[in-house]
């Protein structure tokens, strides 16, 4: 009779890290390996990735496209919050972790398995996106996590892959760690461990040297539909198609490097180096919308919701009922959001040309200072001040003398005293 293994269901990206781990969790752990990949606009070769889990030892490999998905269902609302964190990342691999937890839960379920194990390291966030998700979606999975509990480094892993016979693409000369989606790159460890060392040029693939990149740049124009990206230069394109062209042409200008120090989750600083063309410029025209949309108070209340937004994501809250009902509030926020931003991308920098909006609520006639245009009632502005300024009038006319003791008096500081009187005559300067 055979021996039954239980079942564990592993995130496999077929990189060093879980090319290792299915080897590890069969040989050291007992499991039988399913793997799923899921691809998030990264995976070229689906064929290629099933054939080396199933080399490593997996007896099923599942791969899933998952572009549509990831950015129907998580981009594209965070690009609505205006989500970045720390204002900086746009959470392109945080973005995509819920997705992977739960397509792992999925598998997990139709296929009896009794666990499900990811490849991340005990000092990363990403080790929390998945524990917390998966505990979310189905406590009684049991989560294994091989880097937490072996003892071995980057360099370790290599031999160990050697060793034992295994495909791995990392190298001791490239020991980068890489992880891509359509949303964003984002590179770590070897000589970015160091923050004072600029990133190497072999760090970086989808954009060019913002110094090699063609001078004239280019002028590109993007439409939203309630805050939602659906034109390029005027054609309508699917979500993946838009998101791949953008990261194309961006990047082709150098932008989207992002080169950030950031707050992990764990309590550690770390250097992390992103690329994130189409992300950097959809949140960069987004914003311009809705600066013609929103009115200042919500944009203001906004703010606040898309830094905890990040925060959550980051931390690997997706699923948690804030972040459910700050997207209530979100989608409310975006019914006018429609319109056009056009942009001029030179050199990894982004300058605005232009926004407009049927919804704006910019009026020129109020806004212009021309005096034939005007229809600003200026005779309201004195009752108006009257009444705005007249909570400081009475704390000052009741608290005055505490207010100027709180104040640098002026004579305290250095000061310049031009007297007044009629020009000097040049015929009586002194001759020299």
Request: overall charge negative; charged content about 25%.
């Amino acid at each position: 009779m055979a021996e039954h293994r239980p079942r564990c269901v592993l995130a496999f990206s077929g990189g060093l890290d879980t090319t290792v781990a299915v080897h590890w969790l069969t040989h050291e752990r007992g499991f039988e390996v399913i793997t799923l990949s899921a691809d998030l606009g990264e995976t070229k070769d689906a064929e290629e990735l099933q054939r080396r889990a199933l080399h490593a030892g997996a007896t099923a490999a599942h791969v899933v496209d998952a572009k549509e998905l990831f950015l129907t269902n998580f981009v594209w609302p965070s690009l609505q919050a205006g989500a970045l964190y720390q204002g900086v990342y746009p959470l392109a691999t945080a973005l995509g972790r819920p997705l992977i937890a739960r397509l792992l839960v999925e598998v997990a379920r139709e296929t009896g398995a009794a666990a499900v194990a990811h490849g991340c390291t005990a000092k990363g966030n990403d080790q929390v996106r998945f524990d917390v998700a998966v505990g979310a979606l189905a406590p009684a999975l049991q989560v294994v996590a091989p880097l937490r509990d072996w003892q071995m480094g980057r360099s370790e892993e290599i031999a160990y892959a050697a060793e034992n016979g295994l495909a791995v693409r990392a190298t001791k000369e490239s020991p980068y760690s890489i992880d891509a989606n359509l949303w964003g790159r984002s590179v770590e460890t070897g000589v970015l461990e160091d923050p004072w060392v600029e990133p190497p040029e072999d760090a970086f693939d989808w954009t060019v040297d913002p110094a090699r990149a063609p001078e004239a740049g280019l002028v590109v124009e993007v439409h939203f539909e309630q805050g939602l990206p659906t034109r390029l230069d005027g054609e309508e394109l699917a979500p993946v198609d838009l998101v791949t062209r953008l990261n194309v042409l961006a990047g082709a200008h150098g932008v989207g490097r992002i080169d950030h120090v950031e707050d992990r989750l764990v309590g550690i600083k770390s250097r992390e180096l992103y690329e994130a063309p189409a992300a950097v410029v959809l949140d960069f025209a987004h914003r311009e919308v809705e600066s013609l949309t929103l009115a200042r108070d919500v944009l203001r209340f906004k703010r606040l919701v898309a830094d905890e937004w990040a925060q959550l994501t980051y931390d690997g809250l997706w699923f948690s009922a804030l972040r459910q009902s700050l997207a209530a509030f979100v989608g409310s926020t975006q019914h006018f959001v429609t319109g056009d931003v056009r942009l001029h991308l030179r050199q990894g920098a982004i300058r605005l040309l232009g926004r407009s909006s049927p919804s704006s609520l910019y009026r020129r006639e109020l806004a212009t200072y021309e005096r034939a245009e005007d229809q600003f009632r200026h005779q309201s502005a004195e009752g108006f001040l009257n009444i705005f300024g007249l909570p400081l009038r009475t704390q000052a006319s009741i608290q005055g003398n505490l207010l100027e003791e709180s104040i640098p008096l002026l004579k305290s500081a250095p000061r310049g005293i031009a007297q007044g009187g009629p020009p000097a005559d040049p015929a009586d300067a002194d001759e020299p």
